[in-house]
């Protein structure tokens, strides 16, 4: 992907201020392969560009060293001098900001002013969104949707947190009357998976697309012919590699760990666009589901109650009022 295309220009515009790292990862989903490549190689070892020239890093990921540059730009970085300082910056903190930047995150300072947490809390959110809805390939989401449409099942997996946005697919679904169910552990996902169909669609969870158990899941119910989908936020993980089709959830760099809410929203975005989209295929079945669903728990939920007219000390109330 040329990052003049503007998605690389929207993930450099957002990831200012990150340290290297940081910003290698959010930058990840809208890289080419061989940038991609780079930053792998950066993220296993970030004092690389201390160590090598940009020709000898170019050759240690087999591309050239003008794509080095472009690497750069793309994470926001003039060029390789300064992508070199901002390795040095990374690897000179001290071991205190390491098990911090671990924990919290590198976006975040401990001496921050709460003013000065909740925007770039609200900024990392909002990134997480807004680039989601950017990325996200509408056509796909939408043949996605049709297929669980017509699915005979619809198996969901997904660990951890990434469990959580399983289940709430799997609510939303089975309400609009699709036969889903979300697997959070494994023995019990295999087990599901191992008896789908060509007729069923599998769907895994994973925000960087490298948890085995959900990799081991979908990659069997593919095996059985079900339509295989992976939601990460890295095209080149091997969740995203070995699926039939990929959403992008996009997590703006490492900020709350290690369950980054804002990753968690933006895979929330994707499932109510899925759930959107999958409702409108038939939609006089789904308002009639939707309507005897509401009518069941009703009996449950305690009436509206009016505000009761407040009477001042003194005066009687008129006929037909209540001072209760």
């Known amino acids: 992907m040329d990052f003049h295309d503007g998605k690389g220009v929207l993930v450099a515009q957002t990831i200012e201020g990150f340290g290297a790292s940081s910003r290698i990862r959010a930058a990840l989903p809208t890289m080419s392969v061989a940038m991609a490549k780079i ?3 950066l993220l296993e070892d ?14 240690r990921a087999g591309t050239s060293p003008a794509t080095v540059t472009r690497f750069c730009r793309v994470i926001g970085y003039a060029g390789y001098p300064t992508l070199r300082v901002g390795a040095a910056a990374e690897q000179g903190r001290s071991s205190a900001h390491e098990t911090w930047d671990a924990d919290i995150g590198r ?6 002013a709460p003013d000065d947490v909740m925007r770039t809390l609200v900024n990392a959110h909002t990134v997480a969104l807004t ?7 509408a056509a796909l989401v939408a043949e996605i949707a049709r297929a669980i449409a017509r699915s005979t099942h619809v198996d969901i997996y997904g660990i951890g947190g ?13 309400r609009i009357g699709i036969n889903a169910h979300a697997w959070g552990e494994v023995h019990d996902g295999l087990t599901s998976a191992a008896l789908l169909t060509e007729s069923c669609v599998a769907i895994g969870f994973s925000n960087t697309g490298r948890t085995d158990e959900t990799i081991e899941m979908l990659t069997l119910a593919k095996s059985t012919g079900a339509y295989a989908v992976a939601v990460t936020s890295n095209p080149s993980s091997p969740l995203a590699a070995m699926s039939d089709a990929h959403l992008v959830s996009y997590a703006p760099g490492e900020y709350l760990q290690p369950d980054d809410l804002s990753a968690k929203h933006a895979q929330m975005f994707v499932i109510d666009l899925l759930y959107l989209l999958v409702a409108q295929q038939d939609f006089s079945r ?6 005897a669903s509401a009518a069941a728990v009703s009996p449950h939920r305690r009436p509206q109650r009016t505000s009761a007219r407040v009477v001042r000390p003194g005066v009687v109330p008129s006929k037909g009022t209540s001072a209760s």
């Open 46 to 59: 970030p004092s690389l560009p201390l160590e090598l020239s940009i020709t000898e890093l170019a050759e």
């Open 107 to 112: 976006a975040f300072q401990p001496d921050d």
């Open 162 to 174: 990434s469990a959580t946005v399983a289940a709430d697919l799997q609510a939303r679904l089975y």
């Open 131 to 137: 680039s989601t809805a950017d990325l996200l390939d």
């Open 286 to 291: 789904t308002t009639s589901m939707l309507a």
């Open 39 to 41: 930053g792998a190689l």
